[in-house]
């Protein structure tokens, strides 16, 4: 059923990424939207703080079945359209990465032979979607260069230490700076007509009389007539509530990473992702805000769907802070020595976190996780009531503006 977006109320429910693009879409077309968010105010979750990696697909190489990398690229090459549409500043105005390259960490669950070959296919994938040369697609970036195996200690990223890898892959991908996007997406939000209630926990949906109903501690805020649930940690839990049970196991993983800021960080510290397995990555975001990320370091907690975890604060308490600090720069440091100079008292070092929300029984050091695919990403609905599973900040926007074009015209164009 098509309708005019002045016909309709939506709420939304999570003012992250996916739930703001939502929301923005809809207003866009004249929707009435209100959005709830338990935080203190928009983009205070996954969808501030993460890597803003504009993922192509080369960490879920051990997906075999391509479906992930080919979602990966479609969230890729949407991700500036659709923000540049709502964002005061347009993405590419943004502090953005240089490109990342990709190590091969010497335990590496996924031996270069083999990542050559499935990294290759996000090459032929691009060129078949025709990116390729200088193109606007991926973050209206100009392409700078080609997937290269690095494979001899020349052409090897010259910051990165004697043992930190076995072999390296120069790719196109890159990361926006993803604080610069949240405030873009909180001023876009802000001089739109959207009504945006925050510090509202949203326990349940409710139906009644064909009309959809938020239940919250201090009574029902409603009727709307429709849902979207962008809830990301909390999104299966309310799905239950209106009848959607899904039978995935769906893990939340709390990570803790540091950004350090500090003048000629962008001259020392290299743009790396360790493959493939429980490792990290490094980057720099302009010249001098650097993020840093150490796996076993900064995976604080693995809960799974029969005990989801209780909501943590991005910030640690000042001892965790310290200690976890202290492991990832340390863990870092093994593989880019420059990450030594790095002094956590003295020099401007945050940490913050987040969840992560996938389908896996298991913890990414087992190669048969499902954690190293999100294939299953995507919108689920009953009646009017719609649920972005949103996978990573990537899909975000896309799978926002589906959401918003399933609620308008009964699916999505
Ligand atoms: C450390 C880290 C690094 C990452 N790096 C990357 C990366 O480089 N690239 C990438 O593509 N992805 C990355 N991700 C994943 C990415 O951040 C998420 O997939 C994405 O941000 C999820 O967006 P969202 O809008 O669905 O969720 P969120 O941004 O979490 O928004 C959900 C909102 O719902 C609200 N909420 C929750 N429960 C309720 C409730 N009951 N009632 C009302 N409101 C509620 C929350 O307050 C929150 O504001 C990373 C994640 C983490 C944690």
Request: charged share 20%; hydrophobic share 45%.
């Amino acid at each position: 059923m098509q309708r005019s977006g002045s016909d309709v109320s939506v709420l939304v429910v999570g003012g992250g990424l996916a739930g703001c693009t939502a929301a923005l879409e809809l207003e866009a077309a004249g929707a009435d939207v209100v959005v709830l968010d338990a935080g203190p105010s928009l983009m205070q979750g996954a969808s501030r703080f993460n890597e803003g990696k504009v993922h192509l697909g080369y960490v879920y190489a051990n997906d075999d079945s391509e479906r992930t990398l080919r979602l990966m690229l479609a969230g890729a090459m949407e991700f500036a359209a659709i923000l540049d549409r709502h964002l005061p500043v347009p993405l590419r105005g943004l502090p953005v990465s240089p490109p990342f390259d990709y190590a091969v960490h010497p335990a590496t669950m996924v031996p270069p032979s083999d990542l050559a070959r499935r990294y290759r296919r996000i090459e032929t994938e691009m060129e078949r979607l025709g990116v390729h040369g200088a193109h606007d697609d991926y973050l209206g970036l100009e392409r700078v260069r080609q997937l290269r195996r690095c494979a001899t200690d020349e052409q090897l990223p010259p910051a990165l230490g004697a043992d930190a890898c076995i072999a390296a892959f120069a790719t196109e991908e890159r990361a926006v700076e993803p604080f610069a996007v949240a405030d873009g997406v909180i001023a876009a939000v802000e001089r739109s007509r959207i009504d945006v209630r925050c510090s509202v926990v949203v326990d349940a949906v409710e139906r009644i009389n064909g009309r959809y109903w938020a239940v919250t501690a201090l009574g029902r805020i409603g009727p709307f007539d429709s849902v979207i649930n962008a809830s990301w940690a909390s999104r299966d839990r309310l799905d239950r509530t209106v009848g959607i049970v899904s039978t995935d196991p769906w893990s939340y993983r709390f990570k803790y990473f540091l950004r350090v800021r500090k003048d000629g960080l962008g001259d020392i510290i290299p743009t790396v992702t360790w493959a493939l397995g429980p490792f990290g990555d490094v980057l720099t975001y302009g010249a001098d805000t650097a993020y840093l990320s150490w796996y076993p370091a900064g995976r604080v907690s693995f809960a799974t769907s029969e005990a989801p975890p209780p909501t943590v604060s991005p910030r640690p308490d000042r001892d965790t802070a310290a200690a976890v600090t202290a492991d990832i720069l340390a863990g870092l440091a093994q593989l880019v020595p420059a990450i030594a100079s790095i002094d956590p008292v003295h020099d401007d070092v945050e940490i913050w976190g987040g969840v992560i929300v996938g389908v896996g029984a298991t913890d990414i050091d087992d190669p048969d996780s499902g954690l190293h695919r999100r294939d299953n990403i995507g919108i689920v609905s009953v009646g009017d009531y719609h649920s972005i599973s949103t996978g990573k900040w990537t899909t975000a926007p896309m799978l926002g503006r589906r959401a918003a074009e399933v609620v308008l015209y009964g699916v999505a164009p």
